[in-house]
Protein backbone atom coordinates (compact mmCIF):
# COMPACT_ATOMS: atom_id res chain seq x y z
CA UNK A 1 0.00 0.00 0.00
CA UNK A 2 1.59 3.39 -0.72
CA UNK A 3 2.03 6.44 1.76
CA UNK A 4 -1.21 8.22 -0.32
CA UNK A 5 -3.58 4.95 -0.52
CA UNK A 6 -2.36 4.92 3.54
CA UNK A 7 -3.28 8.27 4.51
CA UNK A 8 -6.72 7.70 2.46
CA UNK A 9 -7.31 5.00 4.38
CA UNK A 10 -6.85 6.87 8.10
CA UNK A 11 -8.96 9.72 6.45
CA UNK A 12 -11.53 6.93 6.06
CA UNK A 13 -11.06 5.26 9.73
CA UNK A 14 -11.24 9.04 11.29
CA UNK A 15 -13.86 11.08 9.26
CA UNK A 16 -16.43 8.12 8.55
CA UNK A 17 -19.49 6.28 9.62
CA UNK A 18 -21.61 3.82 8.21
CA UNK A 19 -25.16 3.64 9.22
CA UNK A 20 -26.71 0.12 8.93
CA UNK A 21 -30.07 -1.21 10.63
CA UNK A 22 -30.52 -4.41 11.33
CA UNK A 23 -33.19 -4.99 9.26
CA UNK A 24 -30.97 -4.01 6.24
CA UNK A 25 -30.52 -7.54 3.59
CA UNK A 26 -27.43 -9.30 4.46
CA UNK A 27 -26.76 -11.09 1.37
CA UNK A 28 -27.38 -8.41 -1.49
CA UNK A 29 -26.52 -9.26 -5.10
CA UNK A 30 -26.38 -5.98 -6.03
CA UNK A 31 -25.53 -2.57 -3.76
CA UNK A 32 -26.11 0.93 -5.36
CA UNK A 33 -22.99 3.04 -4.72
CA UNK A 34 -25.23 6.53 -4.52
CA UNK A 35 -23.00 9.65 -4.04
CA UNK A 36 -24.68 13.05 -2.89
CA UNK A 37 -23.78 16.47 -2.24
CA UNK A 38 -25.80 19.55 -2.00
CA UNK A 39 -28.68 17.37 -3.92
CA UNK A 40 -31.10 18.44 -1.79
CA UNK A 41 -33.82 19.16 -4.31
CA UNK A 42 -32.94 15.93 -6.79
CA UNK A 43 -31.99 13.44 -4.33
CA UNK A 44 -35.38 11.91 -3.45
CA UNK A 45 -35.95 11.10 -7.56
CA UNK A 46 -32.61 9.58 -7.15
CA UNK A 47 -33.86 7.30 -4.36
CA UNK A 48 -37.23 6.55 -5.60
CA UNK A 49 -35.69 5.65 -9.35
CA UNK A 50 -33.45 3.22 -7.33
CA UNK A 51 -36.25 1.45 -5.37
CA UNK A 52 -38.87 1.00 -7.74
CA UNK A 53 -36.11 -1.09 -9.55
CA UNK A 54 -38.11 -4.71 -10.54
CA UNK A 55 -35.16 -7.50 -9.69
CA UNK A 56 -35.55 -11.14 -8.60
CA UNK A 57 -32.63 -10.52 -6.35
CA UNK A 58 -32.21 -8.52 -3.26
CA UNK A 59 -30.99 -4.85 -3.84
CA UNK A 60 -29.58 -2.92 -1.25
CA UNK A 61 -28.65 1.25 -1.63
CA UNK A 62 -25.18 2.38 0.06
CA UNK A 63 -25.82 6.22 -0.04
CA UNK A 64 -23.14 8.69 1.31
CA UNK A 65 -23.13 12.52 2.01
CA UNK A 66 -20.10 14.51 2.65
CA UNK A 67 -21.25 17.10 4.74
CA UNK A 68 -24.10 18.41 2.78
CA UNK A 69 -25.61 22.04 3.86
CA UNK A 70 -28.95 22.38 1.82
CA UNK A 71 -30.69 19.29 3.54
CA UNK A 72 -29.47 16.71 1.65
CA UNK A 73 -28.09 14.86 4.88
CA UNK A 74 -31.31 15.50 7.01
CA UNK A 75 -33.25 14.26 3.93
CA UNK A 76 -31.32 10.83 3.43
CA UNK A 77 -31.65 9.86 7.29
CA UNK A 78 -35.23 10.88 7.66
CA UNK A 79 -35.61 7.87 4.48
CA UNK A 80 -33.56 5.06 5.73
CA UNK A 81 -36.18 4.97 8.62
CA UNK A 82 -38.97 4.45 5.90
CA UNK A 83 -36.63 1.77 4.28
CA UNK A 84 -34.47 0.49 6.86
CA UNK A 85 -34.40 -2.79 4.80
CA UNK A 86 -33.00 -1.11 1.72
CA UNK A 87 -30.73 1.68 2.83
CA UNK A 88 -27.38 2.10 4.43
CA UNK A 89 -25.54 5.40 5.24
CA UNK A 90 -22.31 6.33 4.33
CA UNK A 91 -21.77 10.08 6.64
CA UNK A 92 -18.81 11.94 6.71
CA UNK A 93 -18.24 14.25 10.21
CA UNK A 94 -16.85 17.08 7.97
CA UNK A 95 -16.63 18.39 4.07
CA UNK A 96 -13.60 16.35 3.28
CA UNK A 97 -13.12 18.09 -0.02
CA UNK A 98 -9.47 18.81 -0.26
CA UNK A 99 -8.35 17.31 3.01
CA UNK A 100 -5.53 14.64 1.70
CA UNK A 101 -2.74 17.39 0.43
CA UNK A 102 -1.27 15.91 -3.21
CA UNK A 103 -5.09 15.70 -4.41
CA UNK A 104 -6.87 17.78 -6.53
CA UNK A 105 -10.12 16.41 -5.46
CA UNK A 106 -11.13 14.44 -2.04
CA UNK A 107 -11.58 10.01 -3.17
CA UNK A 108 -12.72 9.65 0.83
CA UNK A 109 -16.58 9.11 0.34
CA UNK A 110 -16.29 7.59 -2.56
CA UNK A 111 -13.58 5.42 -1.55
CA UNK A 112 -15.89 4.72 1.81
CA UNK A 113 -18.78 3.81 0.39
CA UNK A 114 -17.53 1.46 -2.62
CA UNK A 115 -15.86 -0.39 0.68
CA UNK A 116 -19.09 -0.57 2.00
CA UNK A 117 -20.68 -2.51 -0.97
CA UNK A 118 -21.17 -6.00 -0.24
CA UNK A 119 -22.99 -6.88 -3.31
CA UNK A 120 -21.40 -9.45 -5.98
CA UNK A 121 -22.38 -6.11 -8.31
CA UNK A 122 -22.12 -2.40 -7.53
CA UNK A 123 -24.27 -0.05 -9.79
CA UNK A 124 -23.27 3.77 -10.15
CA UNK A 125 -25.78 6.51 -9.34
CA UNK A 126 -25.24 10.44 -8.58
CA UNK A 127 -27.77 11.58 -6.22
CA UNK A 128 -28.57 14.31 -9.11
CA UNK A 129 -29.28 11.78 -11.51
CA UNK A 130 -31.97 8.91 -11.77
CA UNK A 131 -33.41 5.82 -13.83
CA UNK A 132 -35.36 5.87 -15.97
CA UNK A 133 -36.13 1.83 -16.35
CA UNK A 134 -37.32 -0.65 -13.96
CA UNK A 135 -35.75 -2.91 -15.49
CA UNK A 136 -32.37 -1.56 -15.55
CA UNK A 137 -30.54 -3.72 -12.86
CA UNK A 138 -32.27 -7.00 -13.77
CA UNK A 139 -30.77 -6.64 -17.17
CA UNK A 140 -27.44 -5.13 -16.65
CA UNK A 141 -27.42 -8.24 -13.50
CA UNK A 142 -28.32 -11.16 -16.51
CA UNK A 143 -26.39 -9.31 -19.07
CA UNK A 144 -23.11 -9.69 -16.61
CA UNK A 145 -24.35 -12.95 -15.73
CA UNK A 146 -24.13 -14.63 -19.03
CA UNK A 147 -20.98 -12.59 -19.93
CA UNK A 148 -17.58 -13.88 -18.00
CA UNK A 149 -15.01 -11.66 -19.87
CA UNK A 150 -16.75 -8.31 -19.39
CA UNK A 151 -15.87 -6.81 -15.71
CA UNK A 152 -18.68 -4.01 -15.63
CA UNK A 153 -21.24 -2.39 -18.60
CA UNK A 154 -22.77 0.83 -19.33
CA UNK A 155 -25.49 1.88 -21.32
CA UNK A 156 -27.19 4.43 -23.19
CA UNK A 157 -28.52 7.73 -20.81
CA UNK A 158 -31.00 10.70 -21.92
CA UNK A 159 -29.68 14.15 -20.50
CA UNK A 160 -32.21 16.72 -19.38
CA UNK A 161 -31.89 20.38 -17.85
CA UNK A 162 -32.37 21.16 -13.98
CA UNK A 163 -35.92 21.10 -14.97
CA UNK A 164 -36.40 17.44 -16.62
CA UNK A 165 -36.55 18.78 -20.28
CA UNK A 166 -34.62 16.58 -22.39
CA UNK A 167 -31.17 18.59 -23.98
CA UNK A 168 -29.84 16.90 -27.21
CA UNK A 169 -26.37 15.96 -28.18
CA UNK A 170 -25.24 16.68 -24.99
CA UNK A 171 -22.58 14.14 -24.53
CA UNK A 172 -18.75 13.80 -26.35
CA UNK A 173 -19.85 10.63 -28.17
CA UNK A 174 -23.23 9.19 -29.60
CA UNK A 175 -21.78 6.06 -30.88
CA UNK A 176 -20.12 3.58 -29.29
CA UNK A 177 -18.19 0.06 -30.14
CA UNK A 178 -19.97 -3.41 -28.29
CA UNK A 179 -16.96 -3.93 -26.28
CA UNK A 180 -13.86 -1.44 -25.02
CA UNK A 181 -10.30 -3.14 -23.30
CA UNK A 182 -8.67 -0.90 -21.32
CA UNK A 183 -6.27 0.86 -24.32
CA UNK A 184 -9.54 2.01 -26.08
CA UNK A 185 -11.13 3.11 -22.60
CA UNK A 186 -7.71 5.48 -22.77
CA UNK A 187 -7.93 5.74 -26.26
CA UNK A 188 -11.24 5.67 -27.30
CA UNK A 189 -13.83 6.05 -24.96
CA UNK A 190 -12.61 8.23 -22.62
CA UNK A 191 -15.61 8.01 -19.83
CA UNK A 192 -17.92 9.59 -22.38
CA UNK A 193 -21.31 8.32 -20.89
CA UNK A 194 -23.41 8.76 -18.04
CA UNK A 195 -22.22 7.47 -14.42
CA UNK A 196 -25.43 6.19 -13.57
CA UNK A 197 -25.33 3.73 -16.20
CA UNK A 198 -22.52 1.78 -15.15
CA UNK A 199 -22.86 -1.74 -13.64
CA UNK A 200 -19.32 -3.32 -11.94
CA UNK A 201 -18.86 -6.45 -10.61
CA UNK A 202 -17.37 -5.61 -7.16
CA UNK A 203 -14.27 -8.16 -7.96
CA UNK A 204 -13.33 -5.64 -10.35
CA UNK A 205 -13.69 -3.12 -7.52
CA UNK A 206 -9.71 -3.03 -6.00
CA UNK A 207 -9.73 -2.86 -1.72
CA UNK A 208 -6.79 -0.95 -2.55
CA UNK A 209 -6.61 1.96 -5.22
CA UNK A 210 -3.89 2.98 -7.08
CA UNK A 211 -2.58 6.40 -6.57
CA UNK A 212 -3.04 7.43 -10.05
CA UNK A 213 -7.25 7.34 -8.90
CA UNK A 214 -6.84 8.41 -5.47
CA UNK A 215 -5.06 11.90 -6.87
CA UNK A 216 -7.84 12.37 -9.76
CA UNK A 217 -10.89 10.50 -8.51
CA UNK A 218 -13.01 10.54 -11.41
CA UNK A 219 -14.77 8.11 -14.00
CA UNK A 220 -12.57 8.03 -16.71
CA UNK A 221 -9.60 6.76 -14.05
CA UNK A 222 -12.27 4.23 -12.95
CA UNK A 223 -12.64 2.53 -16.13
CA UNK A 224 -8.80 1.90 -16.79
CA UNK A 225 -8.92 0.58 -12.74
CA UNK A 226 -12.19 -1.60 -13.78
CA UNK A 227 -10.54 -2.92 -17.01
CA UNK A 228 -7.59 -4.11 -15.39
CA UNK A 229 -10.02 -7.12 -14.88
CA UNK A 230 -12.13 -7.13 -18.37
CA UNK A 231 -13.54 -5.57 -20.68
CA UNK A 232 -16.33 -2.59 -20.28
CA UNK A 233 -19.02 -3.73 -22.50
CA UNK A 234 -21.77 -1.36 -23.77
CA UNK A 235 -25.81 -2.16 -24.01
CA UNK A 236 -27.64 0.13 -25.96
CA UNK A 237 -30.69 0.63 -24.22
CA UNK A 238 -31.27 4.00 -22.54
CA UNK A 239 -31.75 3.38 -19.09
CA UNK A 240 -30.87 6.17 -16.94
CA UNK A 241 -30.95 10.07 -17.21
CA UNK A 242 -28.37 12.29 -16.54
CA UNK A 243 -29.26 16.01 -15.34
CA UNK A 244 -26.70 19.22 -16.43
CA UNK A 245 -27.80 22.11 -13.96
CA UNK A 246 -25.22 24.66 -13.09
CA UNK A 247 -25.25 23.20 -9.31
CA UNK A 248 -22.53 20.54 -10.86
CA UNK A 249 -19.34 20.63 -10.05
CA UNK A 250 -17.64 19.25 -13.24
CA UNK A 251 -20.83 21.00 -15.35
CA UNK A 252 -20.36 24.71 -13.70
CA UNK A 253 -16.53 24.35 -14.47
CA UNK A 254 -15.50 25.96 -17.68
CA UNK A 255 -13.63 24.07 -20.72
CA UNK A 256 -10.30 25.95 -19.65
CA UNK A 257 -10.66 23.80 -16.21
CA UNK A 258 -11.92 20.70 -18.18
CA UNK A 259 -8.92 21.05 -20.21
CA UNK A 260 -6.37 21.29 -17.19
CA UNK A 261 -8.41 18.59 -15.31
CA UNK A 262 -8.06 16.03 -18.19
CA UNK A 263 -4.33 16.84 -18.43
CA UNK A 264 -4.07 16.71 -14.44
CA UNK A 265 -5.61 12.90 -15.24
CA UNK A 266 -3.43 11.70 -17.98
CA UNK A 267 -0.07 13.40 -16.09
CA UNK A 268 -0.83 10.80 -13.06
CA UNK A 269 -1.12 7.90 -15.77
CA UNK A 270 2.64 9.11 -16.28
CA UNK A 271 3.89 9.16 -13.65
CA UNK A 272 2.63 5.57 -12.30
CA UNK A 273 5.16 3.30 -13.49
CA UNK A 274 2.88 -0.03 -13.49
CA UNK A 275 0.09 1.31 -15.96
CA UNK A 276 2.81 3.60 -17.84
CA UNK A 277 5.34 0.40 -18.59
CA UNK A 278 2.13 -1.93 -19.77
CA UNK A 279 0.23 0.91 -21.60
CA UNK A 280 3.17 3.71 -22.79
CA UNK A 281 1.96 4.34 -26.05
CA UNK A 282 -1.51 4.80 -25.17
CA UNK A 283 -0.72 7.33 -22.26
CA UNK A 284 2.04 9.42 -24.46
CA UNK A 285 -0.60 9.42 -27.30
CA UNK A 286 -3.36 10.82 -24.68
CA UNK A 287 -0.66 13.28 -23.34
CA UNK A 288 -0.40 14.95 -26.31
CA UNK A 289 -3.83 14.83 -26.82
CA UNK A 290 -4.70 16.26 -24.20
CA UNK A 291 -1.63 19.06 -24.42
CA UNK A 292 -2.68 20.54 -27.72
CA UNK A 293 -6.18 20.77 -26.13
CA UNK A 294 -5.56 22.80 -23.05
CA UNK A 295 -3.29 24.76 -25.47
CA UNK A 296 -6.10 25.15 -27.73
CA UNK A 297 -8.16 26.57 -24.46
CA UNK A 298 -5.35 29.47 -24.39
CA UNK A 299 -5.29 29.81 -28.04
CA UNK A 300 -6.27 33.74 -27.14
CA UNK A 301 -2.94 34.33 -24.80
CA UNK A 302 0.56 33.80 -24.79
CA UNK A 303 0.50 30.48 -23.49
CA UNK A 304 3.25 31.32 -20.84
CA UNK A 305 0.19 30.20 -17.64
CA UNK A 306 -0.53 26.49 -19.32
CA UNK A 307 3.03 26.03 -20.25
CA UNK A 308 4.22 26.56 -16.64
CA UNK A 309 0.94 24.82 -15.08
CA UNK A 310 1.75 22.09 -16.90
CA UNK A 311 5.08 21.88 -15.98
CA UNK A 312 4.02 21.67 -12.07
CA UNK A 313 1.38 18.87 -13.38
CA UNK A 314 3.64 16.27 -15.12
CA UNK A 315 6.32 16.59 -11.90
CA UNK A 316 3.75 16.42 -9.56
CA UNK A 317 4.43 12.87 -8.17
CA UNK A 318 8.73 13.82 -8.79
CA UNK A 319 9.24 10.41 -10.25
CA UNK A 320 12.70 9.62 -11.43
CA UNK A 321 12.02 9.36 -15.30
CA UNK A 322 10.40 12.82 -15.00
CA UNK A 323 12.92 13.98 -17.51
CA UNK A 324 12.62 11.57 -19.57
CA UNK A 325 8.58 12.08 -20.68
CA UNK A 326 9.04 15.89 -20.46
CA UNK A 327 11.52 15.98 -23.86
CA UNK A 328 8.53 15.69 -26.15
CA UNK A 329 6.46 17.95 -23.88
CA UNK A 330 9.45 20.78 -24.97
CA UNK A 331 10.09 20.07 -27.65
CA UNK A 332 6.04 20.29 -28.43
CA UNK A 333 5.62 23.62 -26.48
CA UNK A 334 8.37 25.58 -28.12
CA UNK A 335 7.13 24.61 -31.09
CA UNK A 336 4.14 26.10 -30.03
CA UNK A 337 5.02 28.87 -28.63
CA UNK A 338 6.91 29.53 -31.60
CA UNK A 339 3.84 29.56 -33.79
CA UNK A 340 2.10 31.67 -31.09
CA UNK A 341 5.29 34.63 -31.46
CA UNK A 342 4.91 34.32 -35.47
CA UNK A 343 1.23 35.04 -35.38
CA UNK A 344 2.15 38.23 -33.19
CA UNK A 345 4.54 39.42 -35.21
CA UNK A 346 2.45 39.35 -38.02
CA UNK A 347 -0.31 40.65 -36.18
CA UNK A 348 1.94 43.56 -35.34
CA UNK A 349 2.95 44.15 -38.54
CA UNK A 350 -0.22 44.85 -39.67
CA UNK A 351 -1.36 46.88 -37.72
CA UNK A 352 1.82 49.10 -37.88
CA UNK A 353 1.06 49.06 -41.87
CA UNK A 354 -2.84 50.30 -40.75
CA UNK A 355 -1.28 53.08 -38.69
CA UNK A 356 1.70 53.98 -41.37
CA UNK A 357 -1.25 54.63 -43.70
CA UNK A 358 -3.45 56.13 -41.46
CA UNK A 359 -0.63 58.73 -40.91
CA UNK A 360 0.03 59.19 -44.46
CA UNK A 361 -3.77 59.82 -45.77
CA UNK A 362 -3.99 62.18 -42.44
Known amino acids: MS ?3 RRVQRCVEQHISVVRCPELCSEPVVS ?5 FNHRCYIQQALESVLD ?3 CFPVEVVISDDCSTDGTREFILEYQKSCPDRLAVVLADQNLWGTIP ?9 VAVLG ?3 GKYIAFLEGDDYWIDRQKLQRQVDYLEATPSAAACFHRSTCIDSDGKEIKNCFRKSGYQR ?4 SECMTNLGSSYATGSLMARRAAIPGVFPDYFLRHCCDELLDIVITENGSLDFLPDVMSAYRLHSG ?10 HAEAFLDRTAGLANDHQIYHRRRDDVDALLRNRWNRLWRNYSSSLGWLPFWRTIRIIMVAHQPAFPIRLQ ?6 FQHLGQIVRKTLSRIKRISGRLIRYQKNG
Not at 32 to 36: D, I, N, Q, R, S
Not at 102 to 110: D, E, R, V
Open 3 to 5: ELA
Open 32 to 36: VALMA
Open 53 to 55: QET
Open 102 to 110: GMNSSPTCN
Open 116 to 118: ACR
Open 179 to 182: SYTQ
Open 248 to 257: GAWQSASAQQ
Open 328 to 333: WLLANE
